[in-house]
């Protein structure tokens, strides 16, 4: 199955500082349905206190890490909403590694990431 959809996505592994940056810049938490802003740790402590994690820092190391209750917390987030990357895209009918677009970028996902904040 991920063979079939590789050349629709880019994948690869992110930093702790790219993952706080998207959940600081577009971190959104579900709540009754409701698509809230995460403002303050209230919100994180109301909804994942039980589990341990009562301010955002807790939250980002929790994501960052994949620790057990990694679940929870990743069902507590909304998807990302990322804009196209600034400068556009390159080549998106081939590979990365063919420089393109699709496919693994490792450790130059962080550089994505960062145009598309």
């Not at 556009?88 to 960062?114: S, T």
Request: proline fraction near 3%.
């Amino acid at each position: 199955m991920l063979k079939r959809i590789e050349p629709y996505v880019t994948y690869g592994f992110l930093s702790r500082k790219t993952v706080s940056s998207l959940i600081y810049k577009r971190g959104f938490v579900r709540i009754n349905r409701a698509r809230i802003p995460i403002t303050d740790n209230s919100l994180i402590e109301q909804n994942l206190g039980k589990y341990g994690l009562t301010c955002i820092e807790d939250l980002i190391e929790e994501i960052y890490q994949g620790n057990e209750h990694f679940k929870e917390a990743n069902n507590l987030l909304y998807p990302f909403k990322l804009s196209n990357p600034r400068g556009g895209w390159r080549n998106k009918n081939h590979a990365f590694q063919k420089d393109g677009d699709w496919g693994n970028r490792e450790e130059e996902m962080n550089h994505l990431v960062n145009a598309m904040l």
